[in-house]
């Protein structure tokens, strides 16, 4: 019911910035939450960030001071701004989303995943 584009991933020095964008397409819903985990070699995947379309915000404490989740709802998408970056942010970015209606079980979908790797 809802696919996920994700984009922006790339290779970046420490201590530089990138943007993450997660395009959101299909069925609306009442309530909704977007976010970005994260995974790493070895590691399992983690929340990093999430927003809902009430406008509240989580964020891991590991990045709470660095990063900016936010959501465009005219063209139904949501970024991440990602500054000061460190070499442990290295891992798989995915894009999340959940949606909440009315008489059914909350519905979730994942994007394909995008790379961001740091350099030091």
């Known amino acids: 019911q809802v696919q996920l584009v994700e984009s922006g991933g790339g290779l970046v020095q420490a201590g530089g910035s990138l943007r993450l964008s997660c395009a959101a397409s299909g069925s609306t819903f009442r309530l909704d939450a977007m976010g970005w985990y994260r995974q790493a070699p070895g590691k399992q995947r983690e929340l990093v960030a999430t927003i809902t379309s009430l406008g509240t915000s989580n964020y891991a404490d590991s990045v709470k001071d660095r990063f900016t989740i936010s959501r465009d709802n005219a063209k139904n998408t949501v970024y991440l701004q990602m500054n000061n970056l460190k070499p442990e942010d290295t891992a798989i970015y995915y894009c999340?989303?959940?949606?909440?209606?009315?008489?059914?079980?909350?519905?979730?979908?994942w994007g394909q995943g995008t790379q961001v790797t740091v350099s030091s």
């Open positions: 999340n989303f959940r949606g909440y209606g009315v008489g059914t079980l909350p519905f979730e979908s």
